[in-house]
């Protein structure tokens, strides 16, 4: 790498870090808020809670690391421009490549970091984060189950324990239940556990009675048991399968599934759609990166217009992205949606390469010069519009006056 790359590449590598760095705490900071109620309401340890939000950071990272990427591509290449550094490199008979080459090295490093996310760290956070789940449901259900306390998990039903054991024992248990506006029932027993049956979480009172009062006091019915279970999975929230979530499997089991699975068995569709997730992902760096060089990587002084170039790579690198989710989420049922999902960025790539390295000069062709002349009608219609109706004194605050104490805008 030339002299002239490693300066691009160090430019682009720090805004790239700083840029990715920015977006996941902001991520992290939306999921933080989120699951808060760990601590405030669930009684959660701090570590608990920062395992939680962190665990789930591979997945946005995966995502958010091609969007840096394109963002710090047209950040780096606006500032060469804007210092008139592209003009001299392109003045001294440096080739387009020393140019786009430290662009693509990211890429491909990036690229790298979004296969191993992708296929290794994904599945197994995904894995350990359900599993804390989890722990965590039957936790909250130990806390509505505290010694001395009444505690109120829904209206209408109430729970008391007189005093909990070192073996997990519950001794002189109390529920009311009242739940059922037609009638009441109070569960009384000497001592009972929580014990769990695959995914549900179970009450079982040993040795005592419940009570059952309706509106008709001459009907009101006393049962004496040995053992009751009682149903605590209706408080567990954000209840998850007893299978193996598409999200958590190797990328060796979504390659070949066990048709024997009974998850696959019943939805064949979301493995698929998981697999082709993982692998397109992959593909983005390249095309964002190269949209970005072909529409703002081309040596232009301050008299010309940058900001349609920058515009263009926005709109078109957004339209891709989101393709590339919505064909995402079809491509488990649709042949045309798996296609579609990697031909739109493979072609973005090849033909903003085409462009990048003067193959295809967009001003050249009659559909593009005419698009980017309609463009700049409509903005100069815009302005001119604005100048019209918004009021002077407006505008006057808004724009800093001249040296000669006029409004900037004549």
Do not use: C
């Not at 806390?143 to 209206?155: A, D, K, N, V, Y």
């Not at 729970?159 to 054991?165: A, D, K, L, M, S």
């Not at 064949?268 to 397109?280: A, I, K, V």
């Amino acid at each position: 790498m030339s002299l002239i790359s490693r300066y691009i590449f160090k430019q682009t590598l720090f805004s790239f870090l700083v840029i990715l760095g920015s977006l996941t705490v902001l991520v992290w900071l939306t999921q933080a808020l989120k699951e808060f109620d760990l601590v405030t309401t669930k009684g959660q340890a701090l570590g608990i809670f920062l395992m939680v939000t962190m665990l789930v950071l591979p997945k946005f990272i995966s995502i958010l690391a091609p969007i840096s990427l394109f963002i710090s591509t047209i950040f780096v290449l606006n500032k060469l421009n804007a210092d008139n550094e592209l003009v001299v490199i392109n003045a001294a008979g440096a080739s387009r490549w020393r140019t786009i080459s430290p662009f693509l090295t990211l890429a491909i490093l990036v690229g790298i970091g979004v296969i191993v996310i992708n296929m290794v760290f994904m599945p197994r956070t995904n894995g350990i984060l359900r599993g804390l789940v989890s722990e965590i449901r039957t936790d909250v259900l130990n806390l509505m189950l505290r010694e001395g306390r009444f505690s109120t998990p829904q209206p209408g039903l109430t729970f008391h324990v007189r005093e909990r054991t070192r073996d997990g024992a519950l001794l002189g248990l109390l529920v009311d239940d009242e739940r059922d506006p037609d009638k009441r029932t109070t569960y009384f027993a000497e001592q009972g556990r929580l014990i769990r049956d695959g995914e549900k979480n179970y009450l079982r009172m040993e040795n005592g009675s419940y009570q059952i009062v309706s509106d008709d006091i001459s009907k009101t019915q006393m049962v004496t048991f040995s053992q009751y279970a009682f149903d605590l999975s209706q408080f567990e929230q954000n209840s998850t399968s007893i299978y193996t979530q598409p999200e958590e499997r190797s990328m060796g089991f979504l390659f070949n599934p066990d048709a024997e699975d009974p998850f696959y068995k019943a939805q064949p569709g979301m493995f698929r759609s998981e697999l082709h997730n993982r692998l397109y992902g992959t593909i983005y760096p390249f095309a964002l990166v190269m949209i970005a060089i072909a529409t703002v990587g081309f040596a232009r002084t301050t008299r010309q217009n940058r900001g349609l170039g920058i515009v263009a790579a926005i709109v078109i690198a957004f339209a891709a992205r989101i393709s590339g989710f919505a064909f995402g989420k079809m491509s488990g049922y649709s042949d045309i949606a798996v296609f579609l999902l990697y031909a739109i960025p493979i072609g973005l790539f090849v033909g903003s390469a085409l462009v990048a390295f003067g193959v295809i000069r967009p001003g050249q062709m009659p559909i593009f010069a005419r698009a980017a002349q309609k463009f700049g009608e409509i903005t100069l219609s815009v302005g001119n519009w604005f100048r019209k109706f918004v009021p002077r004194a407006i505008t006057a605050r808004m724009l800093p006056a001249s040296s000669h104490g006029e409004a900037g805008w004549q």
